[in-house]
């Protein structure tokens, strides 16, 4: 059997640039197995099929390494400096979007680790490595480990740290031997505060902890495919990927933001990937997969796809009153590839488009008749229904 003391693990650790670090036992998470199957039960998860996996492969760790002795967490803060206000013609970007993609740069220095620790150890172990991804419960396990504790707003909070942060683990067959330190669960709550709950403007909350994906923003704008409803598109506000608002309201994190801490590692920081809001006119301009992919290839925003993020772009473009982007959203409605992308320009376009006098309305009218010969259904239903809610 494989044995690490704690400390050479942390100085190793540091070695591959994690400085964040704790232990979990490997056993089953059985009060979170049954709170996750209550949470699947009552539809939380939206259209997010991963998450609907079965409760019991996702609560039990040791089914996914055999001979699993310990579970390292890590946790990497990505940038908490302060936002600018944002320009007209932008979108706001969460900050974990900011950098490069985490899941890729933490397996990354996972790796790294796990090379120091054979090194040390002089010889092969088993192990698996998790950031960010199903099937596993992580913020239970960062729970478990005495990382944090888990907010009303269902992130893992650290105390003195905040909740801007990512988490990782490697599965392995090392005993880790904790010297005089035993993992305790954080005894911090977040008492009666609920700023969380009471200023997410989508209500996604339904109670302390629970979190109907369905009507939050990061969900909307990132995870859902397809069109989007009228409620939903006012929803998104001026957010284009993700949202950090449940976030940044927390007294957890005020101390972080006041520092204006930047990132752990340096791919995390806005200045290696996305940044902190994206330029509408820049995105609608996108015109293929491919262009998509070099623009944003290696950053997490790959995730919404092209068509999202432009579907994204033309509702940010209406809920912030980009008139200046008319012109670009009519030839967007008209030429994309994407039916989605077309139907959310129309939109964009017929409701920023009123904006401008009865000559404005005027040239609306012009574009939703024609519309209504566009190929696809969903956009002459768009155009239809854009038509009979037209001022007079």
Not at 258 to 269: H, I, M, N, T, Y
Not at 352 to 358: A, H, I, K, R
């Amino acid at each position: 059997m494989h044995a690490l003391a704690l400390e050479t693990l942390k100085y190793l650790a540091s070695q591959a640039g994690l400085a964040v670090i704790s232990i979990a036992e490997p056993s089953e998470l059985l009060q979170d197995r049954a709170f996750l199957e209550e949470w699947q039960a009552a539809g939380y998860a939206a259209e997010m099929n991963y998450m609907q996996r079965s409760s019991e492969l996702l609560s039990s760790p040791a089914r996914l390494l055999e001979g699993v002795r310990s579970i390292v967490v890590i946790g990497a803060y990505y940038d908490q400096t302060p936002r600018r206000p944002l320009s007209t013609g932008y979108g706001r970007v969460a900050r974990y979007a900011w950098g490069r993609d985490y899941h890729k740069v933490l397996r990354k220095r996972l790796e790294q680790l796990v090379e120091l620790v054979k090194g040390e150890l002089r010889g092969e172990i088993l192990y698996r490595l998790f950031s960010d991804s199903v099937p596993l419960l992580e913020r239970a396990l960062a729970r478990r480990s005495g990382l944090g504790f888990i907010g009303k707003n269902t992130m893992m909070i650290v105390p003195g740290r905040g909740s801007f942060l990512f988490l990782g683990e490697i599965l392995w067959d090392v005993e880790i031997d904790l010297g005089k330190v035993a993992p305790i669960e954080s005894v911090a709550h977040c008492g009666s505060c609920s700023r969380c709950i009471s200023k997410c403007p989508t209500q996604a909350f339904v109670k302390e902890r629970v979190l109907d994906a369905g009507r939050c923003i990061s969900y909307l704008t990132i995870e859902k495919r397809g069109a989007l409803s009228l409620q939903e598109r006012e929803w998104l506000g001026e957010w284009i990927f993700g949202c950090d608002i449940c976030q940044e309201v927390c007294p957890f994190n005020f101390v972080a933001l006041k520092k204006r801490s930047v990132a752990d590692l340096p791919e995390l920081g806005a200045q290696a990937g996305a940044g902190e809001a994206l330029a509408i006119e820049e995105l609608l301009s996108i015109r293929s997969d491919p262009a998509f992919i070099a623009r944003f290839g290696g950053t997490a925003i790959m995730r919404a796809k092209r068509e999202g993020l432009l579907r994204n772009a033309a509702v940010v473009a209406a809920n912030t009153g980009a008139l200046k982007l008319v012109p670009l959203l009519n030839g967007v409605s008209i030429c994309d590839q994407s039916p989605v992308v077309r139907q959310h320009a129309l939109w964009a376009y017929a409701k920023l488009g009123t904006l401008e006098g009865s000559v404005g309305a005027a040239r609306v009218a012009q574009r939703l008749s024609r519309a209504r010969q566009d190929p696809d259904l969903a956009v002459r239903q768009e155009a239809e229904s854009l038509l009979i809610r037209l001022p007079k």
